[in-house]
Every structure is written in C-alpha cells, then in structure tokens.
C-alpha cells in the first residue's frame, strides 16, 4: 500500500481504499484535514512525504491467546503476552477524539477499527515493551488506556526492533485518565534510521482533578515524531517533559497542543533537546487557554544544544490565551557547549569526549532526575551513553576514512 495515493481521492474512494464504510466519520475528519505534506504546520520540519510515498506491505492482525508474563508485549500490533489477571482486550474504540489536530490520528483508527483495550487496575505499574520484526511493513495499531478513580497507576514504555528495515510504525494512545487519579507514562525509545520510522498520535483527556504525568526519552537516529493532544478539565494538571539526543541525519521531536479547558487547571512542559551530526530536533507545542478555563497555570519551556554546526533546532513554544485571569509563560533557548567548562575538565585531565558527555550529561540531568525510580533513571543513562559512544564512534570512523 503507497498512503500517498489516497491523497486525491473522494471520501467514497479513500473509504473503498481503506475497506471501511464511507460514512464513518473519522473518515471525513480525514478527509477534511487530508494527508499531511511537508507544508502541513505539525509536519512542517519532518519528512512525512517521503514515508507517505513508500509502499508498504499490510499486516494481518489476528488476536492471539496471551501469554502469561511480567510485562505487556506487543508484537508488530499484536498483544501477545501480560501480567495474569490484566484486563486486555480488543474492541471498537469509543474514545474517538473527533477535533484532534492530526490527520493521521484518523487514517490510525481507520486501519486500526479494534483498539487494543488496556484497563488498569488500582496502583499498578505496568510495563508495555514494542517490538517490531517485519521489514517493510506498515505496522499500524492503536491503544485505549484507562485507569480507576483515586488510583495511581505508572506505565513504563519502551521499544524494540530486530533487522528490520524500511518499515512505518503508525501508532498512539487514547487515554482517558479518570477523575482524582494520577496516570505516569515514561517513554524510552531508542532506534536506528535504517531500521524503522515511527509517528505516534495521542489523544489524552484529563478529568476533574486528576494528573497526567509524561516523559519522554527518544535517543539515536531516525525519523520519529510524536503528536500529542491532551485535553485538562477542572483542577486537573500535566507535567510534560521531553528529552531528545539525536544523532546522524535524524529528525525527530514532539508536536503538542495542551488544552485548557476547565477553571484551575495547570500544566508544565519542558523540553531539553541535544542535536549532534546533521539532525534536526523539533519542538512545535501549542497550549490553548479557552475561555472557561479561568485561573490556569501554565508554563513552557525549551532549551536546546547543538554539537555540530549543522545540527538545527525547530522550537515554536506558543501561547493562545482567551482570558485574562491566569498565568502563564513561555520561553525556548539554542546554544552550544561552554568552551571554557571543556577546557576546565580537559585541563584535568579529562578526554574531550568524555568531557563534552559530562556536560551534556549534566544538561540532560534535570529531567533524567525526575525519574522516580532508580532502576528507570539507570536504564535511561544506560541508553543515552549507548547513542553518544556510537555517535563519536561514527565520527571517529569518519574522520579515519
């Protein structure tokens, strides 16, 4: 399947194309966006048309018994093991977000009609591992993710990849985060341009006095952009917090809009971004205060570095206000290394390289420590020191040929 042929096409051809029933609605929402291009706003920085212009091949997806394990697995859409006792199930999704901002958001739930249905059940900390083992492929699936009232439940998400190569990952949450509870997501994703690219689009809402923690760590190479929409009622609150070490040609980073919608509610973004070789890190993220949303908090920052002079950061942190009652912030930074804190370390008798990975360390360190658990932080050094030695070790390779 080439997605760039739906382009010109009616509703009635893109659902014929599609194989789904003209008259869904997602489908005129898809319809009415259409197919982004790279002058689309949320892809303006990103190589959407290149991955649209692919052929890819379908995947079957058929349910499978699921194991018993310690962690949720998912296998190129496919859940095929769990925690005894989980609730996961497949079924039509009801959470639908029908004014979310990206089209593929839509063509998602159009390939994907039956999401996989995750309840989670009291303090729970669950761990949701990806994997991906098909070769140009278009792996397609969606997620529903709910949790209970007065509860405080953490999500622990990573990814892995066998020798695949040339494959898309479309994929996203539809989480709804219910009234007086918390929900913490932490994301760790690691990969490798030649392997697999990945857009994932969610759809968050946030009832009455509930919080919605989320991290993200993306590290390496790629192309990978992550659209999130998160909607805040009364007195309820996200922190979002985003950290990218990007290598090579990759372009990578988070499209975001965060809503305002009930009184009181309040929400902090930052985003810290390190950009080596010739990457391009993006930071495009709205947060909208609407009219019924007096007395909001809301603050959002980005700051950026770059180690090579043809890395190159996109950061629009916007504000779009309606009222007067509130406070609110925003602010983004791009700069380099202090040249006089490397000649200090290297003057003691520290290497270059691991001189520029102690500060780059220490930057990243802000969010990396608000990480509660241990184990969680480690992992997430570990794999952000993997990216850096295999980035000098290009550089190395590089300079000896």
Do not use: W
Request: net charge negative; proline share 2%; glycine share 6%.
């Amino acid at each position: 399947m080439i997605l760039d042929a739906l382009r010109k096409k009616t509703v009635e051809e893109m659902g014929q194309a599609l194989g789904v029933d003209a008259r869904k609605p997602q489908l005129a929402r898809l319809h009415a966006l259409g197919l982004p291009t790279k002058k689309s706003e949320a892809y303006r920085y990103f190589d959407i048309d290149t991955l649209l212009a692919q052929e890819y091949t379908l995947l079957d997806y058929v349910p499978k018994s699921i194991q018993e394990s310690d962690r949720v697995e998912i296998v190129d859409g496919t859940v095929i093991s769990a925690p005894k006792g989980m609730r996961i199930f497949y079924e039509e999704c009801k959470l639908i977000d029908m004014e979310h901002f990206d089209p593929l958001y839509y063509l998602g739930h159009l390939l994907a009609p039956h999401v996989i249905k995750i309840e989670i059940d009291g303090d729970a900390h669950v761990e949701i591992v990806h994997r991906f083992t098909k070769s140009n492929a278009l792996i397609n699936y969606r997620i529903a993710l709910e949790n209970q009232s007065n509860r405080h439940a953490i999500v622990y998400e990573s990814f892995e990849n066998e020798a695949i190569s040339n494959s898309l990952v479309l994929y996203g949450y539809d989480m709804h985060i219910a009234p007086d509870s918390t929900l913490r997501v932490l994301k760790t994703q690691t990969f490798d341009a030649e392997h697999y690219a990945i857009v994932a689009s969610h759809s968050i809402h946030v009832e009455r006095q509930a919080n919605a923690i989320l991290k993200s760590f993306d590290f390496g190479g790629g192309l990978g952009l992550q659209l999130i929409k998160v909607v805040l009622e009364e007195r309820a609150h996200t922190e979002m917090g985003h950290l990218l070490y990007l290598n090579s040609d990759s372009r990578r980073g988070t499209v975001s809009q965060i809503i305002h919608r009930g009184q009181h509610s309040t929400s902090s973004q930052e985003a810290k971004n390190i950009l080596d070789g010739h990457s391009r890190g993006i930071f495009d993220a709205l947060i909208k205060v609407e009219h019924s949303a007096k007395y909001t908090k809301a603050h959002q920052n980005s700051k950026a570095i770059l180690l090579d002079e043809k890395a190159y950061m996109v950061a629009k942190p916007q504000l779009e206000i309606y009222i007067d009652e509130l406070e609110a912030s925003h602010g983004s930074t791009t700069g380099q290394l202090d040249k006089k804190q490397l000649f200090y370390l290297q003057s003691r008798g520290i290497s270059a390289v691991e001189a520029r990975k102690m500060l780059v360390i220490a930057f990243a360190n802000t969010l990396i420590e608000k990480v509660k658990d241990i184990r969680q932080q480690e992992r997430i050094k570990d794999e952000f020191e993997n990216a850096f030695y295999a980035m000098q070790e290009k550089e190395t390779a590089g300079e000896a040929s």
